[in-house]
């Protein structure tokens, strides 16, 4: 395998087969079920993609820009179901000569601009130059758009100092400082660093806590946009009935911790998964009804972050802070 060049000509990738899909598709699978999904399974599917982003932010000094839920594929080994990160088409490197030690975070992102746009889709743009991947599910990207000059056109790839791709993604796992207007507009000189992947990651946490896509009730992305630039966040339940099951200890303090508005409060993700291993899996299983006590006067899907933390959010902050 891999010896022989094929017939055409072309260059061919052989990748491991994720016969189990994607996460979101197995959260959403769980929610039907009488079983739903344990968190013994959950906290080890968290784990593995923590530590699949801790290398590509560590190691390769990389951000992905596009962590979700359906960017994880998932595969059984030894009877255990694992998660892998893919799809790093919107990925981008840090430059070495350009890293800094930061205080709290990963660097502030002067990223690599590719002289030639992804592929284009057969999905339909809007007038903000939004598109919307599928009909049936949220799921809206920002347009990737290139950047070309007469000189880059000697090279694939070209570093830009000043140029700050921001305004690529999916737009209900962008982070507050990928969405403002600026942003948007690919300005040059927006920065941001590799806690929007830490931001993505908390919505992730809590599809594994609620079963459904983050989101998923709003039809148009102007509609997340404008809720996430105020500080809002999806709701938690009112209560915990199967197939859902109260969280861990803990588990919604890093959720908010990950999601937080601002970047520098974001942890890495070797804290994350620090954070995660720790988690006590045993005391969600018992409960039935716990958080969103609080929650009924809130109107859906306009939760902050300071309404969905736990009682021991501040230890947590603390434990981070420390490991800093």
């Given at each position: 395998?891999?010896?022989?060049?094929?017939?055409?000509?072309?260059?061919?990738?052989?990748?491991?087969?994720?016969?189990?899909?994607?996460?979101?598709?197995?959260?959403?699978?769980?929610?039907?079920?009488?079983?739903?999904?344990?968190?013994?399974?959950?906290?080890?599917?968290?784990?593995?993609?923590a530590?699949?982003?801790?290398?590509?932010?560590?190691?390769?000094?990389?951000?992905?820009?596009?962590?979700?839920?359906?960017?994880?594929?998932?595969?059984?080994?030894?009877?255990?179901?694992?998660?892998?990160?893919?799809d790093?088409?919107?990925?981008?490197?840090?430059?070495?000569?350009?890293?800094?030690?930061?205080?709290?975070?990963?660097?502030?992102?002067?990223?690599?601009?590719?002289?030639?746009?992804?592929?284009?889709?057969?999905?339909?743009?809007?007038?903000?130059?939004?598109?919307?991947?599928?009909s049936?599910?949220?799921?809206e990207?920002?347009?990737?758009?290139?950047?070309?000059?007469a000189?880059?056109?000697?090279?694939?790839l070209?570093?830009?100092?000043?140029?700050?791709t921001?305004?690529?993604?999916?737009?209900?796992?962008?982070a507050?400082?990928?969405?403002?207007?600026?942003?948007?507009?690919?300005d040059?000189?927006i920065s941001?660093?590799?806690?929007?992947?830490?931001?993505?990651?908390?919505?992730i946490?809590?599809?594994?806590?609620?079963?459904?896509?983050?989101?998923?009730?709003?039809?148009?992305?102007?509609?997340?946009?404008?809720?996430?630039?105020?500080?809002?966040?999806p709701?938690?339940?009112?209560?915990?009935?199967?197939?859902?099951?109260?969280?861990?200890?803990?588990?919604?303090?890093?959720?908010?911790?990950?999601?937080?508005?601002?970047?520098?409060?974001?942890?890495?993700?070797?804290?994350?998964?620090?954070a995660?291993?720790?988690?006590d899996?045993?005391?969600?299983?018992?409960?039935?009804?716990?958080?969103?006590?609080?929650?009924?006067?809130?109107?859906?899907h306009?939760?902050?972050?300071?309404?969905?933390?736990?009682?021991?959010?501040?230890?947590?902050?603390?434990?981070?802070?420390e490991m800093?």
């Amino acid at each position: 395998m891999g010896k022989r060049p094929p017939l055409s000509g072309n260059i061919f990738v052989v990748i491991e087969l994720m016969e189990n899909g994607d996460l979101l598709s197995a959260f959403e699978k769980a929610a039907k079920s009488k079983k739903g999904m344990s968190w013994e399974v959950r906290k080890t599917l968290m784990y593995d993609i923590a530590d699949g982003m801790e290398y590509i932010h560590e190691t390769l000094q990389s951000i992905h820009r596009d962590l979700k839920s359906e960017n994880v594929l998932l595969r059984e080994v030894g009877g255990v179901l694992r998660a892998k990160v893919s799809d790093f088409g919107l990925s981008r490197i840090v430059p070495e000569k350009k890293k800094k030690t930061p205080k709290r975070l990963g660097t502030t992102m002067s990223l690599f601009t590719s002289n030639t746009s992804r592929s284009s889709t057969s999905s339909k743009r809007d007038s903000s130059g939004i598109e919307a991947q599928g009909s049936d599910r949220f799921d809206e990207m920002i347009s990737d758009v290139s950047t070309t000059s007469a000189s880059s056109k000697k090279s694939s790839l070209r570093f830009s100092e000043a140029l700050m791709t921001s305004a690529r993604g999916t737009v209900a796992y962008m982070a507050p400082e990928l969405l403002s207007r600026e942003a948007l507009r690919n300005d040059t000189g927006i920065s941001y660093s590799q806690s929007v992947d830490s931001y993505a990651f908390g919505l992730i946490l809590w599809e594994a806590l609620c079963f459904r896509r983050a989101w998923g009730d709003f039809k148009f992305s102007t509609q997340v946009i404008d809720r996430v630039t105020e500080g809002l966040r999806p709701s938690l339940p009112k209560s915990y009935n199967p197939p859902l099951l109260a969280p861990p200890k803990g588990f919604n303090a890093l959720m908010t911790i990950c999601w937080h508005q601002k970047p520098e409060m974001r942890p890495k993700f070797t804290q994350i998964k620090a954070a995660i291993a720790s988690l006590d899996v045993e005391s969600g299983v018992a409960k039935r009804t716990a958080a969103g006590r609080s929650l009924g006067a809130k109107p859906k899907h306009s939760l902050t972050a300071s309404d969905v933390r736990d009682e021991d959010t501040s230890a947590l902050e603390v434990e981070l802070a420390e490991m800093l």
